[in-house]
Nanobody
Framework: VQLVESGGGLVQPGGSLRLSCAASGSFFSINAMAWYRQAPGKRRELVAV???????NYADSVKGRFTISRDNAKNTVYLQMNSLKPEDTAVYYC??????????????WGQGTPVTVSS
């Protein structure tokens, strides 16, 4: 399973960005799809996750500002980021948990897309 991310970039504080992550390859089904981020000198942290039935969880730091969604027909997960702050600056990674045809669960990671919030 390959993951291709897009949508990162430079944005001013208060601005918005939309990240996308498309999964392709051979798999039976996709379970959870998530976004993580890693700022310089910090550990990678979970930003948001969406499960196959549509329920979501968010880090407290992004609640009310970020929205995760998925298009199951396109095997794509999105992260709409509004009211961005300088502390949101990080490399953002998508993660996809998928089942193969033997019901084994595997996680794949995207290559990462940088987001910089600065004036």
């Amino acid at each position: 399973v390959q993951l291709v991310e897009s949508g990162g970039g430079l944005v001013q504080p208060g601005g918005s960005l939309r990240l996308s992550c498309a999964a392709s390859g051979s798999f039976f089904s996709i379970n959870a799809m998530a976004w993580y981020r890693q700022a310089p000198g910090k550990r990678r942290e979970l930003v948001a996750v969406i499960f196959s039935v549509g329920n979501t969880n968010y880090a407290d730091s992004v609640k009310g500002r970020f929205t995760i969604s998925r298009d199951n027909a396109k095997n794509t997960v999105y992260l709409q980021m509004n009211s961005l702050k300088p502390e949101d600056t990080a490399v953002y990674y998508c993660a996809v948990d998928w089942f193969d045809y033997s019901s084994r669960l595997t996680r794949n990671w995207g290559q990462g897309t940088p987001v910089t919030v600065s004036s």
